[in-house]
Structures are given as structure tokens and as C-alpha cells.
């Protein structure tokens, strides 16, 4: 059975989710399977992105409307957040306080 190396051990992830429309009902039934990943210890962060519409978003360097921008904003914004979750979770994988000989699995 595989298991989490030290590396990957309490790691940030953020949680995306796609849409062809631009409904804004939230579906994120999909995202079940994204964190129900077996012994990987991932660390979901407090916020996520949702992109509505997907077939007309971030094409090319410049927005194309006031969505488009609004859309780049909170993928930046959300990226920022997830380097400094990295940051703080590498002191802990640093400490010691993960003992992957003793507790290979996750939950």
C-alpha cells in the first residue's frame, strides 16, 4: 500500500470548480471525489474558485469583461493564500511532529 511521502504530508490544496454555464447555482457534488482521496493527508484552505462559464474565460493576457477580471482577481487572490498556507505548513512538516513510520495513513 502506498503512502504519504514526508513531502506531501500536510499539504494546501484549494478547491476549483468548473462550470460550461453561467448559472450561479453552486454544484459541488463533483468536488466529493477531489477530497476523498485515501492517505494523502491533503490540507483543504478556507476558500475556493469557481468558474462560471468556462469556454469564455482567461483567453489570452487581457479580460474580456468585468467577470473575466473579477475571475482573475480571486484566482490571484486565492493563489496568495495558498503560497502562505505553504509557508506555515512547512514548519510544521519541518518539526517533526509528523511521524509517517508510526501513522503512514490519513484519513
Known sequence: MKTCS??????PQVSCSLSL???????????????SYKNTRLCY??????????????????????????LRGRITYSLRVLIE?????RLVRESGVIDLKAFPYGM
Request: glycine share 6%; with cysteine; net charge negative.
Open 85 to 89: 498556507y505553504a509557508k506555515a505548513l
Open 6 to 11: 514526508p513531502l506531501m504530508a500536510r499539504c
Open 45 to 70: 484552505i478556507p476558500d475556493h474558485v469557481i468558474v462560471r462559464n468556462v469556454g469564455q474565460m482567461l483567453h489570452g493576457d487581457e479580460p474580456a469583461d468585468e467577470h473575466d477580471q473579477a
Open 21 to 35: 454555464r453561467e448559472s450561479r447555482r453552486s454544484n459541488f457534488s463533483g468536488v466529493a471525489w477531489i477530497s
